[in-house]
């Protein structure tokens, strides 16, 4: 063992994931995690990053952890810390880190700014039109939906929102009742929706599509089906009733979310049409990206696409990171190594390691802080429609232990903190709490197992979709 140590800069789920693909390197010797969770030490090779037995959180103390231990690669898995420009100043100061300049987060940063960049390079988008002006952003989407009777409008907050931006509207009504509460009342996303894109909804399969790039290369990594809406089709009573615990009138409204669960390898990302979102989408991106800015792309790059019945690609929307739950059921079938992926990438030679992926079908499901009525002895406040509305935390959280050990558990949102016998217990401490992630032969064969093992786990309001790969089978 060379002993290389490795910083992951991520909270969640997706932090835990990539920590652990680093530690199954043989080069590797630790793995730091910051943020981190009750789950980055549970990893072999895996601790949290501390300074003072605090973990470092700010841009500039994270730094100072990366010189202090001496770090060999630092990795970003959040947005917003890149669009913050860590990576921008980790590199003046000569640390190798992995992932987009602030320049390039851009792409997710603003939406309108990265519509206007893929128009101009005649990548294919949704017909789409900005807005800073809500009265403006009504008027239009009064008169699109008076000229296309039946056709619905994307309404997208420019800005980072944690995947939660992007609201589908069926009706001229739903699309002024979102552009109200975006950008004028409650202002659901904060600065992000200061400005809007609309875009005219397309009918088709979405698709997460996933690539790295080193600037000059570009290379698909394998791929997820990802399932963004809080509920299943089949649970209309609950869409309705989180809506209205929400005050949202648009009760039938199924909200996105980060991610409720996945699986790998996509059911229907053939050869053909990779090839074809190389071709007109990803390369020409990261290509024309270079040329209209002077910044070269390095990093991780996703693109969220909606595919025609033609098999025709547009983007709905990039990405600068990896996604969140993707990750956790992609890198476990990632055979090549990490670290030494990584490595490739920043030294500008990733046209020089082949990929290697595992046969084996890995599907993950995301448990969620759901509806809980929490005891008025441990704080009251009534009931809350549970993720990704308001919540309940500090839940205890039990039956780890009865996880099957070939079983992934990576953690979202956890923490240990004492009970009131002062034991040392795990809790919730966000919307998304764990992701749980089995692997078989076969689509059926990880689902059975997933399914099988999550039921062991137990939280207060705990809930989670029972569809994660049904319609695949």
Same mark, same amino acid.
């Given at each position: ?42 990893? %072999? /090779?895996? #601790?949290?990053?501390?300074? +003072? ?42 640390? #190798? ?26 990548? &294919? ?8 002006? &809500? ?24 800005? $980072? ?26 202002? $659901? ?12 909804? $397309? %009918? ?36 309705r009733l989180f809506n209205k615990l929400s005050n949202n009138p648009n009760l039938e409204n199924n909200p996105n979310t980060g991610g409720m669960g996945g699986f790998s390898p996509h059911p229907w990302l053939d050869e053909e049409? =990779? ?9 020409? =991106? ?24 033609? /098999?025709?690609?547009?983007? $709905? ?7 969140? &739950? ?28 082949p990929l290697q992926w595992s046969s084996d079908y890995c599907l993950g499901i995301c448990a969620t802080s759901g509806r809980a009525i929490k005891p008025h002895s441990s704080g009251g406040g009534g009931e809350r429609p549970g993720? &990704?509305g308001e919540h309940y935390t500090n839940m205890p959280i039990t039956g780890l232990e009865k996880v099957d050990p070939d079983v992934l558990v990576y953690h979202n949102g956890t923490a240990f903190g004492q009970d009131a016998t002062?034991? #040392? ?26 399914? +099988? ?13 029972? +569809? ?6």
């Amino acid at each position: 063992m060379s002993g290389k140590k490795v910083f992951v800069v991520d909270a969640g789920g997706r932090g835990n994931a990539i920590a652990h693909a680093f530690a199954k390197s043989s080069s590797v010797e630790t793995v730091f995690i910051s943020p981190g969770n009750a789950g980055s030490e549970m990893i %072999e /090779k895996c #601790r949290m990053a501390t300074v +003072d037995g605090k973990p470092p959180k700010t841009i500039s103390e994270m730094l100072a952890f990366a010189k202090h231990e001496l770090i060999d690669l630092t990795f970003i898995g959040p947005e917003g810390y890149l669009s913050e420009g860590i990576v921008n100043v980790f590199q003046e100061e000569g640390q #190798r880190i992995l992932g987009p300049r602030k320049e390039a987060a851009i792409l997710e940063n603003s939406k309108c700014t990265t519509k206007d960049l893929l128009k101009s390079l005649n990548v &294919p988008v949704p017909p789409c039109k900005n807005f800073d002006d &809500p009265a403006l952003a009504r008027e239009y989407a009064h008169q699109f939906c008076s000229d296309n009777p039946g056709q619905g409008l994307v309404i997208k907050a420019d800005g $980072l929102a944690a995947g939660k931006g992007s609201v589908v509207c069926s009706t001229e009504e739903e699309a002024l009742s979102t552009i109200e509460r975006i950008m004028v009342s409650p202002k $659901l996303f904060g600065q992000a929706g200061e400005r809007i894109e609309i875009e005219k909804r $397309l %009918e088709g399969r979405e698709l997460m599509f996933f690539a790295l790039s080193d600037g000059r290369t570009v290379q698909p990594l394998e791929s997820a089906l990802d399932y963004k809406q809080a509920f299943s089709t089949d649970e209309a009573v609950a869409v309705r009733l989180f809506n209205k615990l929400s005050n949202n009138p648009n009760l039938e409204n199924n909200p996105n979310t980060g991610g409720m669960g996945g699986f790998s390898p996509h059911p229907w990302l053939d050869e053909e049409l =990779t090839q074809k979102i190389m071709n007109e989408i990803a390369m020409p =991106t990261v290509r024309g990206f270079h040329e209209a800015t002077g910044h070269e792309y390095v990093g991780v790059i996703y693109f969220g696409l909606m595919i025609s019945e033609e /098999k025709e690609p547009s983007v $709905l929307e990039i990405n600068v990171r990896l996604g969140d &739950p993707e990750t956790q059921v992609i890198l476990p079938r990632l055979e090549t190594d990490f670290f030494q992926l990584s490595e490739a990438l920043l030294d500008r030679k990733l046209d020089s390691v082949p990929l290697q992926w595992s046969s084996d079908y890995c599907l993950g499901i995301c448990a969620t802080s759901g509806r809980a009525i929490k005891p008025h002895s441990s704080g009251g406040g009534g009931e809350r429609p549970g993720y &990704p509305g308001e919540h309940y935390t500090n839940m205890p959280i039990t039956g780890l232990e009865k996880v099957d050990p070939d079983v992934l558990v990576y953690h979202n949102g956890t923490a240990f903190g004492q009970d009131a016998t002062d034991k #040392r217990r795990l809790f919730t401490t966000g919307g998304r709490v764990l992701t749980l992630v089995a692997r078989g032969r076969c689509l059926a064969e990880a689902r059975i197992k997933a399914y +099988d093992n999550i039921k062991r786990i137990r939280f207060n309001g705990m809930r989670y979709r029972k +569809d994660i790969g049904q319609g695949y089978l």
